[in-house]
């Protein structure tokens, strides 16, 4: 017999208890307790179904081949004399340098001479790439369009002069809107002496790191060591990317050619050069040209490289072009940006028959004091003086008014176009110049220096008009010194019933959780526009889709360009950059677009709500009137309304609402105003697009204010609230507020003045304030249309027409 073996029985053995905390630290014990959960990595989900070991190694394998693609895409297509070249832009930042003599010198540092004047490029079998090198004037428009498309920026200053204001802009413009890879460069420095060159590089250096932190050394293009420097380190550096300009296609043109229309010759095909660049050119999609707005394609065909050599693609080298993508007539983008609103099909949230009869019902129950039929036809006898839909509960009526009390002076938004008339009426006639200068004419007989001050004269203005227009100036000061101090506080007015004056207002329980319909009462500009039942889904989709198809970037193609104006060779000049930007699909359709922006704390103006503006968003530029509003969190829970803000204030994030073409990606926004110089334009703000949701509800505040009369604990008498019994009726049901924090209710009016009696909270004190906040939903103002450069040449109305805006 075998010998029994003694096992131990698990059972009975002693089990000690497991650590408390599972050695845990107290931080994620704290958020044990407060019930956090950890957030799962993307790329854990991602791994979660690998079981095995080959799983695992395939997974790996596919993502770095995934990685090694994108790399290749961003790199690779500028490896070579046979690729890409890279664009780089020759900034002047002071007025006594030249962007072409810093190209020649740059050629000069490699023993070669440029071809010709402009952009030019440079192959170079030392650095075995292609740079192609484009020298701007001191043109502000010329040069943030060329900081778009540019993989470096050569930024030339002065040895001997500063940078002027000019430069300034320039530079605060190129960081608003993203910075490629910069190389400061100095010139003109062989006039100054050897003992004092290396200070004033150091003076260069340290004002350069004041914008770019990250540069450490300014190149001499004037010494050709230097400057050999300068063009090995653009060869061999990887450009920077930036995220907004990879979601889109652009291409900068290397070449431009119109053919017209046999059958009308104001129109034709305009073929566009150059290499493909950011995401996919696709057929389908609409591309844009500045100054004259989007365009469809009619082909994309591949394009000779006369600086090629013959052996690599002798086909290319012929002149053949072949058919790379050709537009699906059913997957095309049309050029429809509006849409058509159905004025007898009107949609309307209609009450149910239960909340009619509540409504009514109520109405009977109340004293004959307070119902606001009575109220109101002791202000207005005719009380058919509304025309409502059928069916129209009083309640409902009660919001709808006619176009005579639509205006609520200088605190109502339609007082824009009072302000735009009288600013029309405040510029001086011809006449009168025409008069003034009829003054001065005999006074010119003896001297050049009167013919000196009669120029002078002529622009300035009479008396009356001076002072006129130096009055209109205090009062806008005045409306925002007071917009600061007192925000949305308004008088009643006493000729005028305040139901009637405020009729369009209405009062909320909470600003931020009361509920609010945004398809209530819309105005007929919101049946043009397009709307997504889920923005982010629709742009993620949209920016996927830009990746699949089409021409791949790198490649040289030529862009046949459908229907384009004439007029358009009459701006072109191969001297400046020309740029043709692809757009995403629905990119063409109007909608209301949300703006994240801060203003420039240099900027000392006012800017107002509804001012024209100058919208540069990505590579398109607009004439915008938006709205501004407060910058504030919308969870769950909330009723997406936000309160307006009358004027751009310093120091706060603040959302710019407009009407304008629909954008998708983290593009960069600056707001500019209209200074009479294309050049020196007014930096007002700059930011990030937001989103694009017309359900977002900008609610203007206005706030009636009042003073205790008599205070008993917590009773108080207030006037100069209202000042007629029948608004205190009205207004009965709103609550009121303090500055110092304490809440109640009117309680009864009080004899014919408009004195009130309200319960509070608590006992308030007599220097305290009294307020009502009543709100009304705004709109953007409509009319946004497409900025033309008045540097660019006469441009027909049949151009900015094709936007299909105004």
Sequence with gaps: MSEHQHRPNTKLKQQNKPFKSKHLTKSSLRDKEKGKVERVSVKTQSTRGISNRFDRRNAARLLQQKKREELFRKTKIFDGKNGTPKVIAVVPLCADVNADDAVANLFASVE??????????????????????????????????????????????????????????????????????????????????????????????????????????????????????VLRMVANQLPKTIAWRDTHSYMLAESVDFVSNPSDPSVGTLKVTGYARGTHFNANRLVHLQNFGDYQLEKITSAPVTHRPVHVNSMDAEGTETVLDAPVAELQDDLAAENEPDLLGNEQTWPTEEELMEAEERVKNMDPSERPEQSFNSVAPKKAIRRVPKGTSNYQAAWIIDSDHESDDEHDEDDMEEDDRMDDDDLPSARDNEDSGEEYEDLEEEAEEEEKDEEVYEDELEDEEEARQYAAYLEREKENRDDMEFPDEVEAPTDVAAQVRFARYRALESFRTSPWDPYENLPLDYGRIFQFENFRRTKHRVMNQAKEGGVLPGLHITLHIANVPASIMDTYSAARPFIVFGLLQYEHKMGVINFLVNRNSEYDGI???????????????????????????????????????????????????????????????????????????????????????????????????????????????????????????????????????????????????????????????????????????IYPKWGTTLWVNPAAGAITSGAVESMDMD
């Excluded at 803000?645 to 960069?668: D, K, M, W």
């Excluded at 697009?689 to 207030?718: S, Y």
């Design 607 to 777: 800017v107002k709500a509804k001012d024209p503006l100058v919208l540069h968003c990505g590579f398109r530029r607009f004439v915008v009137r938006p709205i501004f509003s407060q910058n504030s969190r919308n969870g769950k829970g909330t009723n997406n309304v936000h309160k307006s803000e009358r004027f751009l204030q310093h120091g706060r994030s603040t959302v710019v609402t407009v009407y304008a073409p629909i954008q998708f990606g983290n593009l960069p926004v600056v707001l500019t105003r209209d200074t009479g110089d294309v050049n020196a334009p007014a930096l007002v703000a700059t930011g990030t697009l937001m989103d694009a949701d017309p359900r977002r509800i900008v609610a203007k505040r206005i706030i009636l204010t009042g003073h205790p009369f008599k205070v008993h604990k917590r009773t108080a008498t207030i006037r100069f609230m209202f000042f007629n019994p029948d608004d205190v009726w009205y207004y009965k049901s709103v609550e009121l507020r303090t500055k110092h924090g304490r809440t109640g209710h009117i309680k009864e009016s009080l004899g014919t003045h408009g004195y009130f009696k309200a319960q509070w909270d608590q006992q308030i004190s007599m220097q305290d304030t009294v307020m009502m906040c009543l709100y009304k939903r």
């Design 112 to 229: 070669q001479v440029p071809a010709n004047k402009g952009a030019v490029l440079m192959t170079s079998d030392r650095f075995k790439q292609k740079l192609q090198f484009i020298p701007l004037q001191r043109n502000y428009i010329d040069i943030m369009d060329a900081a778009k498309v540019a993989d470096f920026i050569v930024f030339v200053m002065s040895a001997v002069e500063e940078v002027d204001e000019f430069g300034l802009m320039v530079l605060a413009g190129i960081q608003s809107q993203g910075v490629p890879s910069v190389v400061p460069s100095v010139n003109n420095l062989e006039q100054i002496p050897m003992k004092k060159r290396s200070d004033i590089k150091k003076s260069l250096l340290s004002f350069t790191t004041h914008f770019f932190p990250e540069e450490d050394k300014v190149h001499a293009l004037d010494n050709p060591s230097e400057g050999l420097n």
